[in-house]
């Protein structure tokens, strides 16, 4: 039918909540049912688009959170001060519309052909789209080596957290807490700095392919330190999410 | 206020030139850096959107809507393909 | 059709005296920071505030222009991105105490930034005690997000001519348009006649 090509990539369309999924506190994820998503890559977000009743209208981008193939989710974390993630982590529930397009982004993308080593860098909620990374390489059987570090507050902020452990295809990740640690925490603590990536991401000479996402202020740290260790600069994949850490 | 990087404005790029343009190639027309779309500063928090170089924040786009209609403003780029 | 998203309301919203609420406008208690670019964070020590165009130039380094006579005022303030905030508290200098001893033949004024924001107003509503460089609000220094050290304060036109980080006034015998202005936006902006965009 015409224009059912292009609806679906420039076009806003209705999906329905099929469920909500509280990951931590803060963050939950929200299971979509998008009658006409025509497929994403792992790394793409959607945007959403909220309607009041007086006509007043938001919009905010959402990576995806889930593989290519598998239903459509996000993970949004809720900001205190925030407009729309309080709306979407706490009043939105099952059955509820929820007006979006996409799938988005050509840049932040990881296709098996891209091949690696993989070096993923998740500050806070930056962990979402590395894990639709993660969960497209374990279900098309990739082989491609894989190391995470994730940098969270505290250990309740971790989100995803026995997922990430239970990646059959062996996918080994680093946890630094930044905030507080439990007793008896064996992992990192403190922001991640020079000497964190130093130790713990893939030699340069392994010819690795990075992909960092969070608040800015954690990318620009973590990209310019890659890059100190000899990644090219077109080796590092950065997404932004601001300083608060959501969009 | 915290930039955010091109990926932001992807679903804007992809509904004002329809295609994907987060991928795209620009170079600064203030200091000749080229780099990709995704990677370009970006305020979204204004009037209007406003995209900077990452090098030396010269105003390379800007994007505002008027009256519902995009009004785009490419005049800080000397040069700006998307990829092949 | 968007489908109306259930319970959903948007930024906070307060109810106040609508003669007060220009249109197409809410009322919210957050003050939002809205930038066209990075903050600039200029020391105290290297930061001037000069008026050119006139028959001299005139500059104050920091220690002169918080030596000036000083107003406290509280105003309404509007965004041309439909938020409005009402009864806040500045401390500034007056511009009319800024050209006091200018000569000019000047209609307009062109403000300056640090970061290289422009913006355009008449002569005339930058004067008549309609105008003020503020350096405090709430009672306390202006935080960097919202424009400090100093900001232009107009509050009877939507907020983007209330420039951030000011540090020049230029007199000039024509309108020039500014950032914003430049992009699209009026280059007036009256929230009362809802002069949003050029041609409004």
Known sequence: MEGTAVRGRLTWQVAVVDQVVDETPQVRTIHLKVPEWAGHRAGQHLDVRLTAEDGYRAERSYSIASAPGEPVAIT???LDDGEVSPYLTEELRAGDELELRGPIGGYFVWDAGDGGPLMLLAGGSGIVPLRSILRHRERIGSRVPARLLYSSRTLADVIYHSELSHYASGTEVIYTLTRQQPPGWTGHAGRVDAKLLGDVAWPAGTAPLAYVCGPTSFVETVATGLVGLGYPAGRVKTERFGATGGR | ?????????????????????TTATGTCDHCGATGVVAEFAVYRQAPGTVVRCPACEYVLMVFSQL???YCVDLGGLRTLAAAG | MSPISRGFRGRRRTTADPSRVPPGQYVTEDFPVLSAGPTPHTKLDAWSFSVSGGDQPRSWTWDEFVDLPTERVTVDIHCVTRWSKLDTTWQGVSVDTLLS??????????????GGYTTNLPLADVTGGQAWVAFDYGGEPLDPEHGGPARLLVPHLYFWKSAKWVRRLELLDHDVPGFWETYGYNMYGDPWKEQRYAGD
């Open chain 3, 101 to 114: 001893d200018v000569s000019h033949q000047a209609s307009f004024v062109l403000a300056h930034c640090d």
């Open chain 1, 76 to 78: 949004v974390e809720r």
């Open chain 2, 1 to 21: 206020m915290e930039a955010l990087d091109g990926n932001a404005i992807g679903g804007l790029l992809l509904e004002v030139f329809g295609v994907e343009m």
């Open chain 2, 67 to 69: 009256h519902g209609r």
